[in-house]
T-cell receptor, first 111, second 111 residues
């Protein structure tokens, strides 16, 4: 079945550690996105990529990094520079200008 | 830049009709999207408007006026399962082709 998969569903990180969240899609979508959602809040854009080997910063890119080496994959690294990383992270993909489809999300907690 | 406004919370009665408004300001416009998000889950796509007018899909309809920077989502024959957050999102053009979300409207449906 086609879809977008995020892993893991739950992730715990010690302060000062980098952690990478996985996002894979087999929908043949060119565009991929990473969002962060805090409790009771909307989605805030971290990074997005419209094509392989290219990506742009969103509104809250500081403390995060991404890569887009393959069309299917758009991993997000939460670095130690991100001071408040505990949140729900959502990855999405879309065909050009149409609707985006979301993965199930990764809930990151700093312990 | 882009700015999207929608009410924070709304309450409605089972079987009734509710209208959730969204106003937006964007430097380029290439579509408006509505999503439903149940607590703790990923958003799911509801509707897409790129031209002015009403799009109907079962119990859900969405309206767009580009000149006014305004959209609404209309939910008919409300059911308890419609209790969720409803997110309005706008896509820009070209290099601004990211997908920006409003903070969402939390709808509570009461018996």
């Amino acid at each position: 079945d086609g879809g977008i998969t995020q892993s893991p569903k739950y992730l715990f990180r010690k302060e000062g550690q980098n952690v990478t969240l996985s996002c894979e899609q087999n929908l043949n979508h060119d565009a991929m996105y990473w969002y962060r959602q805090d409790p009771g809040q909307g989605l805030r854009l971290i990074y997005y990529s419209q094509i392989v080997n290219d990506f742009q910063k969103g509104d809250i890119a500081e403390g995060y990094s991404v890569s887009r080496e393959k069309k299917e994959s758009f991993p997000l690294t939460v670095t130690s520079a991100q001071k408040n990383p505990t949140a729900f992270y959502l990855c999405a993909s879309s065909i050009e200008d149409r609707e985006a489809f979301f993965g199930q999300g990764t809930r990151l907690t700093v312990v | 830049g882009q700015n999207i406004d929608q009410p924070t919370e709304m309450t409605a009665t089972e079987g009734a009709i509710v209208q959730i408004n969204c106003t937006y300001q964007t430097s380029g416009f290439n579509g408006l999207f509505w999503y439903q998000q149940h607590a703790g889950e990923a958003p799911t796509f509801l509707s897409y408007n790129v031209l002015d007018g009403l799009e109907e899909k079962g119990r859900f309809s969405s309206f767009l006026s580009r000149s006014k920077g305004y959209s609404y989502l209309l939910l008919k024959e409300l059911q308890m399962k419609d209790s969720a957050s409803y997110l309005c999102a706008v896509r820009g053009r070209g290099s601004q082709g990211n997908l920006i979300f409003g903070k969402g409207t939390k709808l509570s449906v009461k018996p």
